[in-house]
C-alpha cells in the first residue's frame, strides 16, 4: 500500500470530535466561522458518489450530531452545509470532506478559494 499524505486519513484521534463505523467529525483547521466543522469518511474516498450506503448514511448521520451540538453549543441562526466532488476550481479531488459551517445573525460568509470565489 503505497502511503498518502493526506490530512484526513492522518489524523491524530484527539482532533476527533465524535465518529461511529465509517465517519468522523473534526473542527475544521481553517474556520470560517465559530464551530465550522466537516464530516468525513474513514475510508480515503474521493467522491460523495464513490460511497457504499452505509458510509453515506453514516455521514449523514454525524452530520445531524454536529449540526445538532453546534445549535446547543453556538446557536447559530442557520448553517451552511457544502462540499466539492470532481475537479472543481482547478483542484485534484482528495478526501472527500462535508463542510458543516455555522451561520450567525450580522455576520457575513465570507467564502475562499476552497469555494471557487476569487478576490
Keep these: ?3 498518502h499524505r493526506c490530512e484526513y486519513c492522518n489524523v491524530d484521534d484527539y482532533d476527533v470530535m465524535a465518529k461511529n463505523d465509517f465517519a468522523a467529525i473534526m473542527p475544521e483547521p481553517r474556520a470560517l466561522s465559530k464551530g465550522h466543522s466537516v464530516i468525513v469518511p ?4 474521493a467522491s460523495f458518489f464513490d460511497l457504499t450506503d452505509k458510509e453515506r448514511k453514516a455521514m449523514m448521520s454525524l452530520l445531524e450530531q454536529a449540526r ?3 445549535q ?3 446557536q447559530p441562526a ?10 472543481v476550481f482547478d483542484e485534484k479531488p482528495d478526501h472527500l470532506h462535508i463542510h458543516l459551517i ?4 450580522n455576520q457575513p ?3 475562499d478559494a476552497r469555494w471557487g470565489i476569487q478576490d
Design 1 to 3: 500500500m503505497t502511503e
Design 78 to 87: 442557520g448553517f451552511h452545509v457544502g462540499f466539492n466532488d470532481g475537479e
Design 109 to 111: 460568509l465570507k467564502l
Design 72 to 74: 446547543l453549543r453556538y
Design 42 to 45: 474513514l475510508r480515503h474516498v
Design 102 to 105: 455555522p451561520r450567525y445573525e
Design 68 to 70: 445538532n451540538e453546534l
